[in-house]
């Protein structure tokens, strides 16, 4: 489970979710180990998300500042 103390880069979170994805498609994947990995990808994609939001926020900030975004 990723540990929110720690700072990942958005590349690093998708990497991993693109991990936890191939272990869920995997025939042999560990039944008694699929509930922690989408655990971890739930916790993984939120964080994404979030990151994502603050990054549009920042750039519509940016850009109003140059009075280069439409209204």
Do not use: F
Request: aromatic share 2%; glycine share 2%; hydrophobic share 30%.
């Amino acid at each position: 489970m990723p540990d929110d103390n720690t700072q990942s880069s958005y590349n690093q979170d998708i990497q991993r979710i693109q991990q936890i994805v191939e272990r869920l498609s995997q025939k042999d994947c560990d039944i008694d180990k699929m509930l922690e990995y989408v655990n971890e990808a739930a916790v993984l994609i939120e964080r994404c998300q979030q990151k994502l939001t603050k990054t549009g926020i920042q750039i519509d900030e940016a850009l109003a500042k140059l009075n280069l975004k439409d209204d």
